[in-house]
């Protein structure tokens, strides 16, 4: 069964791999070349991107060749670890059937064509960052709190990709502080410890352009520069985009996910059984923040929403009666809420 939810994503995304390279594509396909040449990202050649991104595609370039399908394909290959990681995140959460059910759910949302499932920065950002919120629902259920330290250097290089991933950090930080503290007091050593492995992320990031010299136009690049290509959308701008992609395009084009999603959300605030409920809750709303942040709204950036559902817990029943069907349907909506809206640009 997991062998199968892996090959979904690639299934429906190897038809495109021959698609001639976007803009965007074409300018980390760019920089990655330059990268495999000896040149610095930023300094050398310019895009405005997180580094990362050029790391996917020399990557792919490596493994696969220099050619067009070559970080199609490797974007193919992340996207078929995230459904594992979904369908790993809901088992242990909720049990195997539900964690099956989030993982085909994820696997089969690849096949939005109008979402772009391409070789974009937001593709490559779900793998680190749904291994983060595997990581801290492993750290929740106790046990070794090295977890949390791997959350930290996960998530961190989720935001070196994209950094809408961001808000993700806070929710780790809370989600930590939370597990295994007593009624009113915050564990401090989970919070510390994905605090060193977010530094320790950072610092590995940062430390080629550092010994390089390139720091301030990494910097330039990555802050500067994005502060004022965000803040030159107008408020009027801003708003139009949201109602068109966020509230009317994104539903319309994922409508199963984003009603199962949104029935989903609902159960888990009604219950809240579990620690992971909240962890899930605050998970989705954060991937809304991270996208709402740039003012930009595109339906790639929707992809952020695909990996992020409250996977629920589906109940089993030998002879499902009609109540017993309309409970599994659910409990099993509840594992798109944390599917989160995969995002672009």
């Known amino acids: 069964m997991l062998a199968t939810i892996a090959l979904v994503p690639i299934a429906l995304t190897f038809p495109f791999f021959s698609e001639p390279l976007d803009v965007d594509e074409g300018a980390y396909a760019t920089v990655a070349q330059g990268l495999l040449g000896g040149q ?5 050649l ?13 990557l792919s370039f490596l ?25 790993a995140t809901g088992a242990s959460l909720y049990g195997r059937r539900v964690g099956y059910a989030s993982g085909a759910l ?11 499932m ?18 801290a629902v492993r750290g929740l259920a106790g046990g070794n709190q090295r977890w949390w330290l791997i959350a930290g250097v996960l998530a961190t290089l989720a935001v070196a990709t994209k950094p809408i991933a961001a808000p ?8 930590a502080g939370w597990s295994g503290s007593r009624p009113g007091r915050l564990s401090l050593a989970p919070v510390l410890l994905l605090t060193v492995g977010a530094i320790m992320a950072a610092a590995t990031v940062a430390a080629p352009f550092l010994l390089a010299g390139a720091w301030s136009e990494f910097w330039w690049a990555n802050v500067s520069y994005n502060a004022t290509y965000n803040g030159g959308v107008e408020t009027a701008t801003k708003l139009e985009a949201f109602v068109q992609i966020g509230l009317l395009g994104f539903p319309t084009i994922a409508a199963p996910v984003v009603g199962l999603g949104t029935i989903g959300a609902v159960a888990l605030v009604r219950r809240r059984r579990s620690p992971g409920d909240p962890l899930l809750l605050a998970w989705t709303a954060a991937a809304a923040v991270g996208v709402a942040a740039t003012g930009r709204f595109y339906l790639t950036t929707s992809r952020n929403s695909c990996p992020r559902s409250p996977w629920s817990r589906a109940p089993a029943c030998p002879k499902p009666s009609r109540r017993a069907v309309l409970r599994e349907v659910r409990d099993w909506s509840c594992s798109l809420v944390s599917r989160r809206s995969l995002p672009r640009r």
Request: hydrophobic residues 55%; aromatic residues 12%; charged residues 10%.
């Open 46 to 58: 310019f895009d405005h991107k997180p580094p990362l991104v050029y790391a996917w595609y020399a």
């Open 63 to 87: 493994a696969f060749g220099e050619s067009i399908e070559a970080p199609r394909l490797m974007a193919a290959l992340v996207l078929s670890g995230v459904a594992m990681l979904v369908t």
């Open 118 to 135: 391409n070789a974009n920065t937001e593709v490559f950002m779900l793998l680190p960052l749904t291994a983060s919120l595997y990581a």
């Open 106 to 116: 994820f696997a089969l949302s690849c096949g939005f064509s109008m979402l772009r």
């Open 40 to 44: 610095i990202p930023y300094r050398d």
């Open 168 to 175: 993700h950090l806070l929710v780790l930080a809370g989600a």
